[in-house]
Structures are given as structure tokens and as C-alpha cells.
């Protein structure tokens, strides 16, 4: 590794962080600042809510306290997951997108006020969303939205749910033009230059965007509110619910993308180092696009109703798709080694005390990528179709996305605020010591309340109940009991709220605070091999656009097609249990219908010659 950099790294050692004072981004892009910030606050706006119903219902279901009847329980949980993993994660993420274009483009926005548009497009649409859900904590309202952030039929929700979310992705895809929009006027400008890297992470994300919202927008717009206006009768559950898995696991790498570039162009950064490889970087958003969403069927391994050769060829993409994530294990940890040698750091594990521990967005960010270590362990065994069986719609599967979503990208996130929110207001970080407790005590809270959740889920406790406990129905734990397991989660639980509290204390604390001139400056790391050392074809975005559509036809043509078949477009005469691999056997149906066909004919015409001939 080069040498160039050990002057420069050898002057901050001292300091917990590595990283120059100089122009914010505020000071540089002023109105593209207020709407990140913007952007930033409604995300913690929906954090604080989430977090508090979340609270509210793991004390519920332990039963440790419980302030509500059982019967809130689908408000409380809905209100959870839509505001956590809808509101909160694409909040902040299109706030950090617009920051990562700009920087990285060098350049304005186009017109801000289109900027300042999509924003509200999607405020507007999680607002409305928001009080469909949160009418449901109220009889004096006819409306309610109790049907999770999964919002399967037959379960149904008022159109105001359904409009509100359309609204929102609406405004996410103008997002996105916004942001294609100023990569084409960049390219005009500089002309077979590479595309910077954050640049590219957002249009590789976006596009994967664009290509999984096709599911959930036709589950909406086509069946959903349609029904629930009651100008359709019934809808095809089977149908919008594989409508709803073509978006729903696509939609967790938009949460784990934005999150990965900032693993990857933040992290080395304060570090101390360089990112260790620009083309790896891009491979890996590139196999995203890709992957992502031809693999949503491994939601629905225990549905009926699609056969098991398609949950078959599903569980494979799965596979694939994690390599990934293990190329980028690599190149993270491996820029984080780059970063603490700069530091002084030595040895084969020696080097990981030369990183910058004390520093709260490093810290939160490390642990977080360590938590998503286990996370992946996990999703490896959701992923194989016979073990899924056995975790299936028990408490192991919130066990699990607590620590990718709820953590790798959450903690991430938060993290990433203590740097972003300096850099949007100019001010200093409020109270680095208590940043740093607060990223410790996420980790430690979710290691008691995940881990716990795991194996509460290996008893076959299940998810979504407010009783998880039924009457003369004892769960056999092997190690502990289940009193333990509970008091794990409800202490887990506990510990995290008091997380988010110091969270918030930080952030206002920061906000409140005034101007300083001792704020790092915008930018993000350099790069160990740069983008001159990848092939040029990575930059080819309609390539991927167009092969990542390929397969998305090659998976799901032929499982929506037999849903549509046996369950009708509009339902709900549906066959179940169907055993065999739906293309082979519509394929000797087809042939076996011909086959007939064509011996009917031929005995005719040989019939008619017989008779002609007689005659
Ligand atoms: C204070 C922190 C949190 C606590 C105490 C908490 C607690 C819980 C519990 C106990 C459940 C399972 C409820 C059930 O199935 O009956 C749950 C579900 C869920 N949580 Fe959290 N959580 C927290 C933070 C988060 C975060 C940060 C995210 C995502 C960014 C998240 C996303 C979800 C989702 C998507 C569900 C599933 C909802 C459903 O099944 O429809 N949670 N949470
Ligand atoms: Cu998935």
C-alpha cells in the first residue's frame, strides 16, 4: 500500500477523528442544504414515532406493561413498520442522495424548486398515509389502516392508506429524475469522464428502484384501491401479494444501499484511509440492480399457490445475492485496516485499536456493519426453502430484520447523522461522549432484544400477536425459559428507547446550538484504486437497466402468469397446494391439448376420406 499518505494521517492520529476542518456543505450548497435537512428531520420525525410504538408494543406482547387492549395492537404494530421502514429509512435516504450527487457531481441541483417538489410529493404522501394509520387509534373516525406494513388482502385498509403510499413512492420516482437529471447535464459537461462513485451508487439504486416499485404500484393501482374504493369486488390475495414481494425485498436494499455508500465512501474516510477499490464498489451496486428483485418469491415459501419449483429457482438468486454483500465485508474491512495503518496501527488484529472508536459515526457505523454480520447468518437461514419452515412467521424473522434493517441501517443512519447534521447546519456536533453512548446502547439493546427474539422464534413463538401465548400451549425452551427470553426482549426494548432518547438529545442539542467554524468538511474518501482501474462497461447504466428487466421477466412471468391462471386477475377462487412445477405441467397440458386436438382432426379427416371413399 502506498506510502504517500502516512504524512498526512500521522497529524491526526491524536484526535479521535481524522478529518480536516474546511467548507460544509452548507456553505457550499446552501439550498440544497435546507432540503436535505428537511428531508433529514421528517425522517427523525417518523424514528421518534416508530420507536415509541415499538416500545409500546414489545412491553405489550412480554407482557410487562400493557396500556392498550389487545385489539390496538395491528394499530400500534402497522403504525411500526410503516413509519420505521417506509418513512423513516427513504426520508433519510433521499436526504443523503441529494447530498451524495451534488458532492460528488460538484454541482447544483437543476432547479431547486423541482427538488423542493418531490419532497413535498412525498411529504404530502406519508402524511396521508400516516393518518389513515393513525385514525385507527380513534372510534370517532371511520378510518383505519391496521393491515401492517405488508398490507395483504383479504386485509383491507382505507383508500387514504393506499393513495398516501402511492403519493409517496410518486414523489421518490421524481427523486429520482431530479437526480438523472443533473448526472445528464454533468455528462454534457464532461464528456467520457467516469461517473464519481457516489453518483453511480444512486443511479444503480435508483434504478433498481424504479424497476421494483412496478409491483407494488400495480398492486395498488390495479387491485388494492380499486377494492378498497369498492369499484372491485375482490382481489386475487396470491396475485398482490407476490406483487407486494417483487417490491418488498428489492426494497430492502434501497434501505441497506444508501447505507452501504456510506460504508464505503464515509467510512475509510474517517478511518483515517482510503477506500481499498473503486471498481469492487461498483461491481457490487451493479450485481444489487441485478439481483434484487428477481428473488422476492423466498417471501413466500409457505404460500399455496405457487409451486416449488418457482420457491425453488427464487432460493438460488438468493444465494447469489450474497455475494454481494461478501465483496463488501471485504472491501469495508479492508479500507478500515487501510485507514487504522495510517494511524499506527499494526499487527494481524492489532490494527483495529488504531480506529477511531471514540469518534460516534465511526463507532455506530462499525457496529452496525458487525451487527449486519449477523443479520446476514441469519437470512442465510431464512433463505433455504426447507429450513424457512421450521423460523416461518415466528419471532425469528423480526429477530432477524432488527438486525439488518433495524440496526445496519438504522444505526448506520443515525450515525450518519452526527456528520450530516453539522454538515447541513454548520454547527458542531452537540456532545460527542453522549453520541457515542447512545450508538453503544443501540448495539447493546438489540444484541438482548435480537438475539433473544432468534430464539424465542426456534420455539415456534410467533410473530405479530399481541398473546404470543396460547392457553394450555408451553413453549419448551432447550437453554433458559421462556420468562427469560421475554424479560430479554422487553430489557432489549427498554435500552433501545432510552437509545433513541440520547439520539434526539444529540440531534436538538446539535440544532439548537450556534454556528461554528470547527465543522469537518464536506467530501468523502479517496480511493486506494480508482475508477481508471475499472472496465468501462460498469458505467454502462443501460446495460444493467436492461439485463436487470431481463431477469426480472425470466423470474416472474411464468409464476404470475399460473397465479393468474388458477386464482382468476380479480379473485378469489383460488385452487391451493398446487405440488408440482407449474411450467412443466402447463407445458404438458399445452402439448397434451394439442396432442388431442390434432388426433381429433386427423380422425376426422380420416373419417371424411373413409367416407368419401365409401360413398
Ligand atoms: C425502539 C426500538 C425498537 C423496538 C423496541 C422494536 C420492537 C419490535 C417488536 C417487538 C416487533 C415484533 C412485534 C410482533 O411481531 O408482534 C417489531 C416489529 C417490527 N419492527 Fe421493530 N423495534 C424497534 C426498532 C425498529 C427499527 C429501527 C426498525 C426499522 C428501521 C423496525 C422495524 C420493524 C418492522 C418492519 C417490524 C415488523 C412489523 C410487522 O410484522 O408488520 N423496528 N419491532
Ligand atoms: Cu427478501
Not at 400500534?76 to 433519510?92: D, K, N, Q
Amino acid at each position: 500500500m502506498s506510502d504517500a499518505t502516512v504524512n498526512d494521517a500521522a497529524k491526526t492520529t491524536e484526535s479521535t477523528t481524522s478529518e480536516p476542518l474546511g467548507e460544509t456543505y452548507l456553505d457550499k450548497f446552501p439550498a440544497e442544504a435546507k432540503v436535505v435537512r428537511s428531508a433529514l428531520y421528517s425522517s427523525f420525525l417518523a424514528l421518534a414515532l416508530g420507536g415509541l410504538f415499538g416500545v409500546i408494543q414489545t412491553l405489550h406482547r412480554t407482557d410487562f406493561l400493557r396500556i392498550m387492549e389487545s385489539e390496538t395492537y395491528y394499530t400500534v404494530l402497522t403504525a411500526h413498520g410503516v413509519f420505521l421502514v417506509i418513512a423513516f429509512t427513504i426520508f433519510f435516504l433521499v436526504g443523503v442522495f441529494t447530498w451524495a450527487v451534488t458532492t460528488s457531481l460538484d454541482r447544483e441541483v437543476e432547479d431547486i424548486r423541482f427538488t423542493w417538489a418531490w419532497l413535498g410529493t412525498m411529504t404530502a404522501g406519508a402524511a396521508m398515509a400516516a393518518a389513515a394509520i393513525l385514525a385507527g387509534f380513534t372510534d370517532s373516525l371511520d378510518m383505519s389502516a391496521d393491515v401492517l406494513f405488508t398490507f395483504y388482502a383479504p386485509m383491507q385498509a382505507h383508500p387514504l392508506f393506499y393513495l398516501g403510499l402511492t403519493v409517496f413512492v410518486v414523489g421518490t420516482w421524481m427523486a429520482g429524475a431530479d437526480w438523472f437529471r443533473s448526472w445528464f447535464a454533468w455528462k454534457k459537461e464532461n464528456p467520457g469522464e467516469r461517473i464519481p462513485l457516489p453518483t453511480f451508487m444512486v443511479l444503480t439504486t435508483m434504478i433498481m428502484w424504479y424497476v421494483a416499485t412496478l409491483g407494488v404500484a400495480t398492486a395498488i393501482l390495479a387491485f388494492l384501491l380499486p377494492w378498497s374504493l369498492g369499484l372491485i369486488d375482490s382481489v386475487n390475495p396470491t396475485l398482490t401479494r407476490t406483487l407486494f414481494w417483487f417490491f418488498g425485498h428489492p426494497v430492502v436494499y434501497f434501505w441497506l444501499m444508501p447505507a452501504y455508500m456510506m460504508w464505503y465512501v464515509l467510512l475509510p474516510k474517517l478511518s483515517g484511509g482510503k477506500l481499498f477499490s473503486d471498481p469492487l464498489a461498483r461491481v457490487v451496486f451493479v450485481l444489487f440492480l441485478l439481483l434484487s428483485t428477481p428473488v422476492g418469491i423466498h417471501h413466500q415459501y409457505l404460500d399455496p399457490g405457487i409451486s416449488e419449483g418457482f420457491k425453488f429457482i427464487a432460493m438460488t438468486n438468493t444465494m447469489f445475492l450474497l455475494l454481494p454483500s461478501l465483496l463488501t465485508a471485504f472491501t469495508v474491512v479492508a479500507s478500515m485496516e487501510h485507514g487504522a495503518r495510517q494511524r499506527g496501527g499494526t499487527g494481524r488484529i492489532g490494527w483495529l485499536k488504531a480506529l477511531p472508536w471514540r469518534d460516534p459515526v465511526f463507532a455506530g457505523m462499525a457496529l452496525a456493519g458487525l451487527m449486519f454480520a449477523a443479520g446476514g447468518f441469519s437470512g442465510m437461514i431464512n433463505a433455504g426453502m426447507n429450513i424457512n419452515y421450521l423460523v416461518h412467521n415466528t419471532l425469528w424473522v423480526p429477530g432477524h430484520f432488527h438486525l439488518t434493517v433495524g440496526t445496519a441501517v438504522a444505526l448506520t443512519f443515525m450515525a450518519a447523522s452526527y456528520w450530516f447534521i453539522p454538515q447541513l447546519t454548520g454547527k458542531k456536533l452537540w456532545n460527542r461522549p453522549v453520541a457515542l453512548v447512545q450508538v453503544v446502547l443501540w448495539f447493546v439493546g438489540m444484541t438482548f432484544m435480537a438475539n433473544a427474539m432468534h430464539r424465542a422464534g426456534l420455539l415456534g413463538m410467533p410473530r405479530r400477536t399481541a398473546e404470543p401465548q396460547y392457553d394450555g400451549f408451553e413453549y419448551e425452551a432447550g437453554v433458559g425459559s421462556v420468562a427469560e427470553l421475554d424479560a430479554q426482549i422487553a430489557l432489549g426494548g427498554i435500552i433501545l428507547t432510552l437509545s433513541l432518547v440520547l439520539f434526539f438529545a444529540v440531534i436538538i442539542g446539535t440544532v439548537l446550538g450556534s454556528r461554528s467554524d470547527e465543522v469537518p468538511a464536506n467530501g468523502y474518501a479517496d480511493t486506494l484504486s480508482g475508477p481508471e482501474d475499472s472496465p468501462k462497461i460498469l458505467d454502462n447504466l443501460k446495460l444493467w437497466f436492461g439485463l436487470a428487466v431481463v431477469l426480472v421477466i425470466i423470474a416472474y412471468t411464468f409464476p404470475l402468469l399460473s397465479i393468474i391462471e388458477r386464482g382468476g386477475l380479480f379473485g378469489p377462487d383460488i385452487t391451493a397446494f398446487p405440488q408440482s412445477i407449474d411450467i412443466v405441467s402447463m407445458a404438458w397440458l399445452t402439448v397434451e391439448q394439442y396432442a388431442t386436438d390434432t388426433f381429433t382432426s386427423a380422425t376426422e379427416v380420416a373419417q371424411a376420406t373413409i367416407d368419401g371413399v365409401l360413398r
